[in-house]
């Protein structure tokens, strides 16, 4: 059960993030330094739409629509990718990883991503456990 998405999108909304639209190169360069970063295994393909309306992140591949040719939305769709097979959806871990890649690939402060999770009551792992989930893949 996906008990906070529609909370995690209203935390996303209330971010005010990026919309500058990126190349698929440039989206293909962010997803490399983030699997060097935090990846096990190999690197998802990065496929594109025509339309529709949802982005979706899995084990081998994310999916982007036009609309979603941004930064913080291929960052959203790697947390996905990142902790699939976990059953984590949109919970507190996966706020968890994607505040991580917020923080270090877009420079979002971290105190704007706590204030807005609270805002919008959307839960948020402790680090500790991010780090164990993180190690216990290799």
Not at 71 to 86: D, I, P, Q, T, Y
């Amino acid at each position: 059960r996906d008990y906070q998405r529609s909370r995690v999108y209203k935390w996303e909304r209330d971010l005010d993030l990026s919309n500058v639209r990126q190349s698929y190169e440039q989206l293909v360069a962010l997803l490399g330094e983030v699997w060097q970063r935090y990846g096990h295994g190999d690197i998802p393909l990065l496929g594109l739409k025509r339309t529709g309306q949802f982005a979706r992140g899995g084990m081998d591949k994310i999916t982007l629509p036009p609309w979603a040719m941004t930064r913080w939305v291929l960052l959203h769709e790697a947390a996905h990718s990142l902790l699939a097979g976990n059953g984590f959806r949109h919970g507190p871990m996966f706020v968890k990883m994607f505040s991580r890649l917020l923080v270090e690939f877009e420079g979002v402060p971290s105190y704007k991503l706590e204030a807005a999770a609270a805002h919008a009551r959307v839960d948020v792992a402790p680090e500790e456990e991010l780090v164990k989930s993180l190690a216990s893949r290799v």
